[in-house]
């Protein structure tokens, strides 16, 4: 069973006593990474079951937590973590360090879990918690995600927990592996002449390969490049694949919106690519052309793109969202409307799949539409 999670993330494991939640923590994660309110007791009073020091332990436990989590490094927590209040101030951690939460649930038999701990000695307390613990679990197990919990596993045998496999996952925001060099271009707002000329000026080549295409020809096409039009093919299906640039992309999201053939083919013969750092529209004459050579690159990977609050606000009108046409949104709309639907829609998935900003070149290099606060960079929530 492969179980994916953030590479930054709180970890939070939830199971009774007994339920396997220590060793698979001890199997799967760095021993510095992973915090037991079992140790926290023992830090406090030598003894790993001193019930009566539970409140200052978890108050260790929280303040490491937080300091981990400001640190940029994944936390695990090793609780039982069966009840809704226990974990709500784990989860307001991750919220405050915006870090992507996820819970491990470790939903064995009671049956199994007494057993275990009647092998276990230094465990003294009575079948009634173990059943107690069991019955907190099973209450809270359909509102995890309700709760807040981005990633949710439940393991319901301890041979699902034998077989597991932890696979940490990229962030979207995470592309460090990214080299450049990079052309940073900032806001666009339509002006589809200018970005050609400036592309070109960078050493960008630029064929348009479809005559009825957006924009002007750069370039002539290559001989094997074929003909494209937006919208439906010939035989009336959408184009919905993703492109072969595309489906290895890091973030690990398919991209839907961009057909197999693009209307642009862009390459640059030194290797350079090009961030966008958003608002591509309104105000200028050509927000679809400037949209539909964006997306092309895209989906080939010689370019990435952030979006910008314009680029939002454009998106929400095309989802149907009651948005004031002002600051140039007004354009936007009247020159999208004469298009196909098909490409409005594909307009509206790219911004869609858009991230707030990115971590590229070893880290070295951060984009961003608007100025980010540098605790913010590299992590993952709403407020980001």
Known sequence: MQVKIPEFSLVILIGASGSGKSAFAKKHFKSTEILSSDYCRALISDDENNQKVTKEAFEVLHFIAA?????????VIDATNVQAEARKSLLALARQY?????????????????????QRPDRNFGPHVIRQQRGDLRRSLR??????????TIFESAKEIEAAEIERALLWNNLKHEPGPFDIIGDVHGCFDELIELLNQLGYVIHTPDPHSFGPHTSGPSPEESQHTLGPSPDGSQHTGAPEGRKNHPIDREFRGVSEQPTFTVTHPEGRRAIFLGDLVDRGPKTPETLRLVMDMV???????????????LMRKLKGKNVKLTHGLAESVQQLENLPTAFQQQALEFIDSLVS?????????????????????????GKV
């Not at 989590?69 to 994944?74: D, I, N, T």
């Not at 509102?143 to 949710?152: A, I, T």
């Not at 989906?299 to 606000?313: E, L, T, W, Y």
């Open 357 to 381: 900003h990115y971590l590229l070149d070893s880290g070295k290099l951060v984009v961003a539409h608007a100025g980010m606060r540098e605790q913010l960079q590299g992590r993952a929530s």
């Open 67 to 75: 300091k981990r989590l400001a640190a940029g490094k994944l936390t």
């Open 98 to 118: 915006h870090v992507l939460p996820a819970a491990i649930v470790f939903n064995l038999p009671e049956k199994l879990c007494q057993e275990r701990n009647k």
């Open 299 to 313: 989906a080939a990977g010689i370019a990435f793109c952030v979006p910008g609050n314009h680029d939002i606000k």
């Open 143 to 152: 509102y995890l995600k309700r709760e807040g919990f981005r990633h949710v």
